[in-house]
């Protein structure tokens, strides 16, 4: 799949989805929001409704599977139970698990590194981060787990939290276009 995708489910954290895709915005990248329901508008976990760019059916209609390349990147904001909706959606977990096994770099923060890419194979010996109290499956996989704020292992960035969300799109956008776009960013955001 071509591209950069922000999945939205009901129950998301909305800092988390926000700050990261207006980073990434700020740097260029024109990450798209998706709906994974039938309707563009998606609610956070704290009662705040967005309007994403399209819903999960146009998303499919419109996306470029045709090959995934490493600057190609699926992001799963956290929040509960937002994480578990996205994870709960076959359909989505499938296109991801295609889409890293075609070396398409994935991003989750919060509950999302456990809860949704916790289903994707071979993470033994990959570092990556979450929420506090969601490490144990994935520690249970062989992942190495050192709590840190963000950590990015080849084409798997994940970050622990909302007040992480800057940090965590710093590092998407540092992964797509390097350390320099990353601090221009930074920078301009008085960070």
């Not at 770099?105 to 994707?120: D, Y």
């Not at 190495?144 to 909302?162: F, H, W």
């Amino acid at each position: 799949m071509k591209g950069v995708y922000m999945f939205f489910a009901n129950g998301f954290e909305e800092t988390e989805a926000l700050a990261t895709a207006d980073v990434l915005k700020r740097g260029g990248i024109p990450v798209k929001m998706v709906s994974v329901h039938d309707d563009k508008f998606v609610t956070s976990s704290h009662h705040v409704t967005v309007v994403t760019d399209m819903t999960f059916g146009e998303f499919k209609e419109n996306a470029d599977f045709s090959g995934t390349g490493e600057k190609d990147v699926m992001i799963f904001p956290g929040g509960m139970p937002g994480s578990t909706n996205l994870a709960e959606k076959a359909e989505l977990m499938e296109i991801l698990r295609k889409h890293y096994s075609e070396g398409g770099a994935v991003a989750a923060i919060c509950a999302a590194p456990s809860v949704v890419l916790g289903k994707l194979p071979g993470l033994s010996g990959k570092r990556m981060t979450c929420y506090d109290g969601f490490e144990k499956p994935l520690v249970d996989q062989g992942v190495k787990y050192a709590g840190k704020n963000v950590e990015t292992d080849g084409n798997i960035i994940t970050g622990r939290g909302p007040g992480l969300s800057i940090d965590f799109g710093l590092a998407i956008l540092a992964y797509l276009k390097g350390e320099e776009a990353a601090a221009e960013v930074k920078s301009g955001m008085m960070l």
